[in-house]
């Protein structure tokens, strides 16, 4: 489990989101990388190393498939 405070995080959205709402936010402290449903700000938030975050995101702009 990674703690992560978002009382000041700073979520931004993917400049490639469309205008129809689905899409997610992702905010960092440094330590963690923070992902949640931009349709539901006071839902879960997912949790991820910076180098788990990083090799996920390299692996969309590669074209790799999805399991």
Known sequence: MYDFDSTDARWRTSSRSGANGNCV???????IV???DSKDRSGPVLAFRPIAWASFAASLK???PSA
């Open 62 to 64: 590669n074209g790799m």
């Open 25 to 31: 936010e992702v905010a960092d402290n440094g330590a």
């Open 34 to 36: 923070a992902v949640r």
